[in-house]
Structure formats: structure tokens, C-alpha cells
């Protein structure tokens, strides 16, 4: 019996990595909220960054009370090796550090004001893996993709018995995506206790209220571009039911119904499980399964993981107007009133969660996308992440996300998001790390429309602190 349990646990890991879009999940959610008391410390890292060599000095604070907490860092970075022209202040600091608002904002860490599923949630700081209402519209929405181009955004929850909403802003300095979801649980208003109180029904709206429309180079001699702006929104309802609710298992359908003003519309049909495996540990199994119907100028989660690039820079397709790259909204604009046929797609992630010692999660996501020959290609987007805690000592968090969009943005392949991290920690005081991501930079050309390019990044060193 213990080699079939052992064979089992094995076989569905082996399921998570086949399966190789981010997950609607967060390991750190179950227990944040008893996360309390006072931390100060500093930390020293050399870090590869492209082909430079910089030293980071971070000084760092976090103050967690009962309801309210908050976190500040201060980071200061010095130039050991230039091989890539970073521009400079001072002949050692990059000068993009700290050259916009937006650098000095990022001191306040993050905010917030009671805990996502709280009657009331308020959240300021960096968006990580985003996700609104079912992810049909942002979904793995991360901010902090782009080199030198720290976002602190904003949530906003409200939750009741009867009716609820999620706030979404991706930035303060100043924003970009905005919008949010409502929902109402209308037999709630007769009877809490009832079955029928399972039903939610919601409806969403988001915008790129400064979307880029077309990109032009500046005139000979200058660098730089020219960006011509817009407002681009979507529209959405949303139907889910809560099947089953039973003592070790969850089942709730849902529909989702997305419109992009100009542009087109997409069905999801979706299935969401939850397994909760009896024991003194909180094991569980997620998974959720999304079939996808969509017109030609459809793209689903449009506010995704690269949207960040995507929105300046769509990869897969080729711009038609020549010296003009193709931003993602005028790509779909291309396509409006065409009279191409419908196509489709699909979703599948898999999560197994120890809560507080080990999660371990991955996806894979395929849509039918037109090019501007109106040929169809494969769109794909995987995702696979861990997060750990051995032996009391030894934490690992790792993200990799990847996307293939045709023949034409196949070198994305090799470009994944990714970030990751290995602690150790000695005591309560001390702790040795290893940290890698992945950034993006927009390098200027003369005469030419600049192009995002791809860095990694590496550093290993040296944590202390002291917590109250």
C-alpha cells in the first residue's frame, strides 16, 4: 500500500511537469494573516545583470499589526563592470534608477489593510500573478517585467454575503490597465443558508486608458519614437455555480462572456475542482479545466504575464504598414469586420498544495490565433512554479513562463519570464540567498523605433536582520 501511495504521489507530479499562462494561485495566502511583529535588516548582492556587474546595498523594514502592515526598502546600486553602456550618475549609479517618480514611489514597499477574502482588502505594491474573477480578461498578470520600471498598483476588495467587488489598477505613476469586477449572489438577499445561494453572477470592465495605438520613429538624427495613444476597453459577464460542495471535494461551472469594444468577443466554459485530502496537514489538489470559443480579434486574458511588452510590441505577427511595429491592440484592430471564421482554444493547470511547506503547480494554455496573411497558428503559453520550505531552514520560490505565438514569435520560446530564489537561513538573524529573473529594457536607436531588449539576471549574498 505505501508503494502504490509513493507511485501515486510520483505519477501526479510527473502529470503537473507534462502538462509544462500562471496559475490562479498564491502559497502564501493561507498564512499570511498570522504573519505579525516588527523586521529591520540590510542585505549585499553582486548581480549579473546582461553583461554588467553591479553591487546592490538594500536597508529594508516590514511592520505587520493585526489588521494593517507595511513594508519599506531603500535600494542603492553601484556599476562594478559597464559592458553594456548603462547610462550613469555620478560614474557609478545607474541613472535610471532613480530618474522617474515612479523610483521614488517604490520605497513603500507595499501596503495593506486586511487580507484578500476579508469583508474589506486594500492592497498597494507590486502586482504578482495577477488574477480577476476567473482570468478570462487579466489573468497572470505580473507588473515588474520590465528593467528600471518599478509598478506599485493598487486592490481593492469587497466581499459579502450578497454581493462583492475586485479592484484592479496596475500602476500609480500613473496607470495604465484599470477596471474591476462586480458580482452579485442574488438568492443570498432571501436565504442565506439556501443551496441556490451558490450562484454568482458578475460583470467586468477593464481599460488601457493610455494603450498604444501606432509607433513611428522620430525624424533623422533623433532617438526615441513617437507614440500615437488610445483608450482600449473590454467589457465582460461572468455565470459560476457552485456544483458540489461537499466534505473533500468542490465542483463549480462557469461561463464567462468577454467583449473588446472594436473588436471581438470570446467564450469560456469552464470547470474549476478542488480535492482536500483528510490528515493532520492541509493537503489539497486544484485544477482547473477552460475551453475557449473566440472571433478572430479575440485574444483571451488579453491582460496577461508579457502584456507589459505585448501592449508596445505584439510578437507573432508582422506589422503591415512598413517602419511601423505592431502594438497588441492594433493587431486586433487588423482583423475587425474581416469576416474570418471563429476558432478556439483551451486551458488546463494542476496544483498540489501542502499548505506552508510545499506547492507545486504548472499549466498549459493553446489558442488558435490568425496572422496577417489569414493563416491560422498555435498559441501557446505554459507555466510551471514551486514553492517550498525544507528542513525549517531552507526555502525555495521558482516561476518560469513561456510562450510560443506562431513561426514569427518563435524566439519568445527563449525569451520566458522567469524569476527565482533560494534562501538559507543560519538563524534568526542570518541568511545567504541566490536570486535570478528575467527583465526587459527598451533600448532607443537613431532613426529607428528601438527594440526590447532581453536581460538575465544573477546575484548571490548576504541577508541580516533583526525581528521584533
Known sequence: MNKFFKLSVFSLILIVFSTLFSVDF??????ERFRKGFSVGGSLFPTYEGSSLLLEL?????????MLGFGVGLPVRFILMNEDDIPTSGGVFPKEDWDDARDWVAI?????????????????????NRYVGNGSIVGAYFGDIRLYHPQRGVNIEVNTDYAGLDFFMDDVTPPNVIGG???????SFFDKENYGNNLEIGASYFADIFAPDQITGKGPGDNGREISKTNMQIFGFDVSFRLLAMKYYQLTPYIDINKIVNAGTGLHFG?????????????????????RAMQPDYIPSYFNTFYDIEREYYKGVESSVPNQQTTKLQYLLNYADKGKNWTGGYYFDLVFDLTGTFSIGGSFEHNKL?????????NYQINVFLNAFFLDAVSIDFLITLQSLGEEGRALKNQPYFYGAVTYYMNKY???????????????????????AYYKSFSIGAFAGIRF
Open 26 to 31: 498564491d502559497p502564501d495566502a493561507a498564512y
Open 58 to 66: 538594500d536597508v529594508y523594514g516590514s511592520f505587520e499589526f493585526s
Open 108 to 128: 513603500l514597499n507595499y501596503f495593506h489593510y486586511g487580507y484578500s477574502g476579508d469583508m474589506f482588502y486594500f492592497y498597494f505594491g507590486e502586482q504578482r
Open 181 to 187: 469586477r462586480v458580482y452579485i449572489k442574488p438568492l
Open 271 to 291: 470547470l474549476k475542482h478542488k480535492i482536500m485530502f483528510p490528515g493532520s496537514r492541509d493537503f489539497q489538489i486544484l485544477s482547473k479545466w477552460e475551453g
Open 370 to 378: 490568425y496572422n496577417y496573411d489569414a493563416k491560422k497558428y498555435n
Open 430 to 452: 542570518f541568511s545567504f540567498g541566490f536570486r535570478t529573473a528575467s527583465k526587459w529594457y527598451l533600448c532607443h536607436y537613431e532613426n529607428g523605433l528601438g527594440e526590447y
